[in-house]
């Protein structure tokens, strides 16, 4: 995994083109990366791939937190890190922490946020594949989003991420960043710092400002979603 380059002025429009998409594409892959890293632990194949990460732009602000969990990754053990996760993200009835919008929103499972994520969804044309179980708000789904936003340039990228990650994933991410165990505790690290400046730069993109969602409409007595 390589991270992109910083552009110049002298830069042709080609270069300047090719040099976004590249950084598009390194998105794309930090929210794919984290969501399989919560939805699940990491198998042989993907702890090699993390130990042998090199990122190649000595200027990138995430420099140190990849190396962070490339270091994780050589120390650590399938088996042990499917433990860990268990007990971190999923439990007998829950885990340490509860990678969900609502739960971090309203402090219980399957509340509004998820409502106006599901009505948002359907206007985007997303839907739940039918093995999945997990309700759509859950920090993995919606990172997988996001990232097939980013992949189809589409426009609606930066108001999905204020509406719906914005509000709760940094501070999730925050206190994954806090657990004991320093290989999710350095993906809690990279992800703070990647949310932060996904913040700071999607906040500027101006189609944050153009490109909005209607809400949801009320239903009296509708009760919570299934």
Known sequence: MTTPEHSDTHHSPASLTAALEERNALRADVYLLLARLVREAPNAELLDFLAALEPDDENSPLKRHWASLSLAARHGHPGTLH?????????VIQGQLVPYASWY???SLMEMPLVALRHDLKHLGFERAAHVKEPEDHF?????????LIESRAA??????????SPWALRFMHDLAQVE???????????????????D???SDPD???VTFSPPPATLGEGRPN
């Open 140 to 148: 993995s789904a919606m990172c997988e989003v996001m990232a097939m």
């Open 208 to 210: 944050a400002q153009v």
């Open 83 to 91: 433990d860990v996760h268990f007990g971190l993200l999923v439990g």
């Open 201 to 203: 730069q999607l906040q």
């Open 156 to 165: 609606a990228q930066a108001a999905f991420f204020k509406r719906h990650l």
């Open 181 to 199: 165990d320093p290989f999710y505790a350095s993906v809690g690290a990279l992800g703070e710092a990647f949310f932060s400046r996904e913040g």
């Open 105 to 107: 929103l309203t402090g």
